[in-house]
């Protein structure tokens, strides 16, 4: 009974077809791989020696209660089949070639379909979470499932029964692999409970799809999250740092969202964001519209709303015309990419962009905002030093850009050299059809 051991999740009474309350036998899969007390199930020798591997075999695994994950299960990996990937329209005999293994939310809607309190690493690979409200649904109502997955910590105050079992324990270490969040209000959600650690999770090649937030952190000790190659689509935000944070992302893609990273606010301590590689671009009026009201439906995706102790870096963004060029010469040319207010910091390197680019102001009793562009392209309607908005107590730097205002290589392409914009000054030098300007 050693380690390389998986535990089927059907073995214990799990039927997998999107019909059966699966909620019981999935508990019991999960504790028996980590070497909890089963009267029906040998014990293993030790509790390290448990598999700590469940198999999801493909189905639709329907769970009507909340399944708590704690320490008692540090180091479980879940595993399913099919991933992010849909089921093939291939079929043999009409059935599909590849099916999905996928846990669907089919409780109340306000409790979370799994919350993990103070485990450590856990690992999620190939499985789809649905909060069962349907594809395409974009009406934000109370009948959608509350949250996938819930992420805490374990401290007296918030969680006094588990602190009495398993002391203090700060959640971390927790992976991704492969997963598709779909269909809730929350895809996940950090200290939904406790104020306290509830950091360092990776997420690698995972999708957050019709969802009115893909991933939201709620405290300043929320730190540490990886996102690498993951994607985005029909969502209200993408990712939501509610009172700071930090974060990396690397290739992050994506489509109909209506704000991509939400930051409300920051710290001395936290507050710094890296993006390298970026593009998440929305076709306005196309069918397949923004998620929300009427009005978002005629709006360019923001792909960073930003306020207070934040610093963000982007390398290697596009973000592509759609939205700001429509085929019947309309578009919206007034939403900008960027939103900075009071005190955040953005700079933006080796990108692409069109459309209007910055909105950016702060109080005369915050820290400025500043914006840097370096070795950027402006393409479509982008020219910085017409539309872009700087308000009080902020500055928008330029350094090595070129600026094409309607298409390539034409007669009013220029670069510029170095220019910055306050709304008292203006400095700037550049070249201009190959001539010296300032």
Known sequence: MGNFQVINVKNYGAVGNGGHDDTSAIRAAFDVACGLKNPNEPTWPELTDAPRVVYFPPGRYYITETIELTPDHNRLKII????????????????FI???????????????????????????QDLSLDGNNGHGDFNYSEDKANIL?????????????????????????????????????TGFECSVVSPICGADVTFIDTQFHHLN????????????????????GWCDVG??????????????????????????DGDKNIGNYAIHGLKVETNINDGNSNPGSSENNSKRTV?????????????????????????????DTETALFKLRDGAQLSVNASQMSGKTADISSGNDKAPCVLTYNNCRFIY?????????????????????????????????HAITSWTYHKDYIMGYGLQNGNDSE
């Open 381 to 413: 309607f982008s020219d910085p030093t017409e539309n872009a908005s700087v308000g009080n107590n902020s500055v928008m730097h330029l350094r090595d850009c070129v600026v094409a205002n309607d298409e390539f290589n034409t007669y009013n392409n």
């Open 149 to 185: 997955i819930a992420y805490d910590s374990i401290d007296a105050t918030t969680s006094p029964a588990m602190s009495s079992t398993f002391g203090a324990s700060g959640s971390a270490g927790i992976q991704f692999n492969r997963v598709q969040f779909l269909s809730a209000k």
């Open 80 to 95: 399913g089949v099919g991933g992010t990937n849909t089921d093939s329209s291939r079929k043999v005999d009409g059935n």
């Open 303 to 331: 792909l960073v709303d930003a306020t207070g102790w934040v610093t963000i870096n982007i390398d290697g963004l596009t973000s592509g015309c759609g939205g700001c060029l429509q085929s019947d010469g309309t578009g």
């Open 213 to 232: 937030t893909g991933f939201k952190t709620n405290s300043d000790q929320n730190v540490n999250y990886m996102f690498l190659r993951c994607g985005i």
């Open 98 to 124: 590849v099916k999905k293994s996928k846990l669907v939310w089919n409780g109340n809607n306000t409790d979370p379909m799994i919350h993990i309190f103070g485990a450590k690493s856990l690992v999620f």
């Open 239 to 264: 990712f939501h740092f509610e009172t700071g944070g930090s974060a990396i992302f690397n290739l992050l893609g994506g489509h109909h969202t209506n704000t991509v990273l939400k930051i409300d």
